[in-house]
């Protein structure tokens, strides 16, 4: 950082504080806007202040001396004709006790309160004023700001490039039809010098038009960029897999069901896809239950058939299994060969499977991230699926689509059971195309959900026994403890052992996630099999566990997880035709977001609804850090409150890409800077 070099009036040093606000040219510091404004344009008499209010005071001081007790700091009394004050800064300088000398006017900016020594402003900003000064005729802006940065420094600067680089206008009206939005340099002034009749409230809200148009602009430039990524892919080259539809049509009419609309539809989207010469990226959103590994099944059929390699890895060992499993049954009566990688697996059994994707002689593999580790080489892929995509991180996506041998890339399918609100879809996922799958396979009951204070644990249990008496199977989810793995797996025993005591006459078994892999599986299987009746467990089967008897789902402690997940869990049940439940024990004290989750996932069933409300719950940062990616984050734009400018922003911006990309390619630049991450990942 010290070695950063000055520009434009500024030294090193300030260069080097200002790059952390992300400020590195003239032109960034004009879109460095105010945080919040302060009103100096008032005055309030001292004795008419009220404690906890900011306000702006003027008079005169009486007294001003350093004290070392309690500890060093300026202590001044000021007074006007209504009452006294005490001023107090614990950091001073030498400049200020000159301003503070008796007798001297001053004004001090602060929130007052009552103190030891009657009513006080602790480290209030300080002016000196001269007899008879006017009052500033607009709001003071306050700006985000760094250590050793001051506020009046960055005032000026900011002034100073406003005067000095005038922001020049790229989106004339014509460029943006039916909006009636302010100008850019309109804009900027106003928000960095409002003027005096600006209504503060539409400032201070971020809803003025000047407020608008910058957002406008800035989601603009998300559109442009994502749009730009995807664009850029298209000119890249990949396999051409034709529709032969030899096996494809086998397995589907192998199937004990038949397609939903909404699969038929995703297997036609992806299947033209994958006939086209550069590589697909798609994401497939289906709720849970929504069947989205037939159509998985179904895209790598369609490589297969053109003689080349396709993979599906899964975030866990039990869900990689399982879909092995499933696939296998699948494929193997049409003489199609599946590989199947995990830690899991002995280094004999793994040594052949590597050989036999090696030389081709097996196209199709499954597995964990063990599939993207050196060894690996499918020399002939053409397709690779990422299973419950959000568990990824970009860099794991990467390693996957760089598999393949050639310099082709392969086409990307990814799978997520976490919906995405449309707002998201359309600025963050701008650059991927999606599927909904927005339909549930027939004969499926509803789910009842219950909430249930800890103090009837007991009927949770009893419940439990009579229902898997009855011939039904249960999940038993054990609470989560973020903080500690070893209290997580400590918890977890014990709920089996208490459980294992509580119900003598039931089956039951325990899966964690420090469990030896092939007892993991063991376990797994006697579940499917239906030889556990119950089966305990941590958040390892949060994902994509597929037990279509078991009908009863018990979250103990439920108000610790995220709605995702709750909703997640809940999915593992309501998978067959028996009537489902899910009983979610919770326990008191109830944080405010806790009771928000638990209401919600109470009230809703259907994912997208929820993850709306995680959405409104949590705001879109945490939702997007689940991509993990270097998209460039929104600054000011929100995303559930600006919704409605996210269409014309679209718009705009593929309007902008066809006719005038040098347009595109300065607000690109003006915004980002060169700032542009890891897209297309
Ligand atoms: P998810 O979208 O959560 O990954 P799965 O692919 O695991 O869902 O499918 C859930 C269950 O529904 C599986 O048992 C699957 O075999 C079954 N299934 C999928 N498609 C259909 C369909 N069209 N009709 C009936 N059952 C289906
Ligand atoms: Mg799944």
Request: hydrophobic residues 45%.
């Amino acid at each position: 950082m010290a070695d950063q070099p000055g520009w434009a009036g500024v030294g090193p040093q300030l260069a080097a504080r200002l790059a952390k606000l992300d400020i590195r040219r003239p032109q960034d510091l004009v879109l460095h806007l105010p945080l919040r404004y302060e009103d100096e344009t008032r005055l309030t008499p001292i004795g008419a202040a009220r404690a906890g209010m900011p306000v702006q005071v003027e008079g005169e001081v009486q007294s001003c001396e350093v004290t070392l007790r309690p500890r060093r700091q300026l202590v001044a009394r000021i007074r006007d004709d209504s009452g006294t004050l005490v001023a107090r800064w614990l950091n001073f300088y030498p400049s200020m006790q000159k301003q503070l000398e008796a007798g001297r006017r001053v004004r001090l900016f602060g929130e007052v309160r009552g103190g030891f020594f009657g009513d006080e402003m602790i480290h209030p900003r300080l002016r000196a004023v001269d007899p008879g000064e006017g009052l500033p005729e607009a709001l003071t802006p306050v700006y985000p700001t760094t250590a050793g940065l001051a506020q009046s420094a960055l005032r000026k600067l900011i002034g100073r490039a406003l005067n000095n680089v005038p922001p020049e206008e790229l989106l004339p009206a014509a460029r943006l039809p039916g909006l009636k939005l302010p100008g850019f340099a309109e804009a900027l002034r106003t928000l960095h010098q409002p003027p005096p009749d600006v209504d503060p409230h539409g400032l201070e809200m971020r809803a003025h038009p000047a407020w608008l148009r910058i957002k406008f602009e800035e989601l603009l430039v998300q559109q442009l960029s994502l749009r730009r990524a995807y664009n850029a892919r298209r000119t890249r080259h990949a396999p051409v897999l034709r529709e032969r539809g030899q096996l494809t049509a086998a397995l589907l009419a192998q199937l004990p069901f038949k397609l939903t609309g909404a699969q038929a539809r995703a297997v036609a989207e992806i299947a033209r896809d994958l006939a086209l010469p550069h590589p697909m990226q798609r994401l497939l959103q289906g709720d849970v239950g929504s069947g989205k590994t037939i159509v998985a099944a179904l895209a790598m059929l369609q490589a297969v058939e053109n003689g080349r390699q396709a993979v599906l890895m899964a975030p866990t060992e039990i869900l990689a299994e399982q879909h092995w499993k499933k696939l296998a049954a699948w494929l193997e009566p049409l003489g199609v060969g599946i590989a199947w990688l995990s830690g899991s697996r002995k280094k004999k059994e793994r040594e052949a499977e590597l050989a036999r994707l090696a030389s081709g002689e097996v196209l199709l593999a499954v597995g964990t991230h063990a599939l993207i580790e050196d060894p690996v080489a499918l020399p002939r892929l053409a397709l690779a699926i990422v299973d419950e995509q959000h568990r990824f991180g970009v860099r794991q996506r990467l390693a996957l689509r760089d598999k393949g041998a050639d310099a082709q890339h392969p086409h990307m399918l990814m799978m997520s059971a976490t919906p995405i609100p449309r707002t998201l879809a359309m600025s963050y996922y701008a650059d991927l195309d999606v599927t909904v799958l927005d339909e549930l396979p027939p004969g499926r009951t509803p789910i009842l959900t219950k909430l249930v204070t800890e103090s009837r644990r007991d009927q949770v249990i009893a419940r439990v026994r009579d229902a898997c008496l009855g011939g039904a199977q249960a999940y038993w989810v054990c609470p989560l403890i973020e903080e500690s793995e070893a209290l997580q797996l400590k918890t977890a025993v014990e709920t089996f052992e208490s459980l294992t005591a509580a119900l003598p006459d039931l089956k039951v078994g325990l899966v964690h996630g420090r469990m030896k892999s092939d007892e993991k599986s063991t376990t797994m299987t006697a579940f499917a099999a239906g030889e556990l009746q119950l089966l305990v467990a941590t958040t390892v089967i949060e994902v994509g566990v597929d037990v279509p008897n078991a009908s009863l789902m018990v979250i103990e402690h439920a108000e610790r997880f995220g709605l995702a997940q709750l909703h997640q869990l809940r999915g593992r049940v309501g998978r067959g035709t028996a009537e489902s439940a899910c009983i979610l024990i919770y326990a008191h004290p109830l944080s405010e977001n806790g009771r928000a989750r638990l209401k919600v996932i109470y009230e809703h069933s259907d994912g997208f609804a929820i993850a709306r409300e995680d959405l409104r719950i949590r705001g879109p940062g945490e939702f997007v850090g689940a991509r993990q990616s270097g998209l460039p984050l929104l600054r000011y734009a929100d995303l559930e409150g600006d919704a409605e400018l996210l269409e014309p922003a679209r718009t705009v911006a593929e309007g902008l890409l066809r006719e005038a990309p040098d347009v595109a390619a300065r607000l690109m630049d003006r915004w980002l800077g060169g700032r542009e991450g890891l897209l297309g990942a």
